[in-house]
T-cell receptor
Framework: GDSVTQMEGPVTLSEEAFLTINCTYT??????LFWYVQYPGEGLQLLLK?????DKGSNKGFEATYRKETTSFHLEKGSVQVSDSAVYFC???????????FGAGTRLFVKA | DVKVTQSSRYLVKRTGEKVFLECVQD?????MFWYRQDPGLGLRLIYF???????EKGDIPEGYSVSREKKERFSLILESASTNQTSMYLC?????????????FGEGSRLTVL
């Protein structure tokens, strides 16, 4: 069945460091891909999405490109801030029905 | 501002008690979902509903039931709570079409079963 695998955390970075969180997927059909973020004490919120191959989603300085050939959707940010400390979830959907499949989540800590 | 509201942020219940978790959305969305979130396991789908009075089992429905009597409200019921149901429960609604759209989440209900 469909699945999402993302790198285990926690990831600890200093402020202004470069961030990559890896995400790969297995899916039949042509899924949409998402990154959600969960700040402490809150629910998840959509960070960015891409609905077809080679699309790039971007928001708040974060980017991810839908790579069909490598079945990947890695999250990147050029310069992280303390306020980016959160849990990041990679997800896929749209392969039939309304279900969204989530990865296990990656916790990011950014030190000042 | 669009919103998904979960009635209780924190609950403590005893084994065997019946537990109701309520969720209300104000976006007129057709589809609503209940997930549980556990460390290292991500989000797992318990049940979802695509219309009033309609429900479908997700990946882990055992020990849970749901109710959707009105479009805006989706309730999760634990008929007889057990300690392995201690978890964070997240309600969500889906906007923007069949899964090319965005899930909108509530803030979560953290349930502890003693």
């Amino acid at each position: 069945g469909d699945s999402v695998t993302q790198m285990e955390g926690p990831v600890t970075l200093s402020e202004e460091a470069f961030l990559t969180i890896n995400c790969t997927y297995t899916a039949t059909g042509y899924p949409s891909l998402f990154w959600y973020v969960q700040y402490p004490g809150e629910g998840l919120q959509l960070l960015l999405k891409a609905t077809k191959a080679d699309d790039k989603g971007s928001n708040k300085g974060f980017e991810a490109t839908y790579r069909k050939e490598t079945t990947s959707f890695h999250l990147e940010k050029g310069s992280v801030q303390v306020s980016d400390s959160a849990v990041y979830f990679c997800a896929l959907g749209g392969t039939g029905g309304f279900k969204t499949i989530f990865g296990a989540g990656t916790r990011l800590f950014v030190k000042a | 501002d669009v919103k998904v509201t979960q009635s209780s942020r924190y609950l403590v219940k005893r084994t065997g008690e019946k537990v109701f978790l309520e969720c209300v959305q104000d976006m007129d969305h057709e589809n609503m979902f209940w997930y549980r979130q556990d460390p290292g396991l991500g989000l797992r789908l318990i049940y979802f509903s695509y219309d009033v009075k309609m429900k479908e089992k997700g990946d882990i429905p055992e020990g849970y039931s749901v109710s959707r009597e009105k479009k805006e409200r989706f309730s999760l019921i634990l008929e007889s709570a057990s300690t392995n149901q201690t978890s964070m429960y997240l309600c969500a609604s889906l906007g923007g079409g069949e899964n090319t759209g965005e899930l909108f989440f509530g803030e979560g209900s953290r349930l502890t079963v003693l």
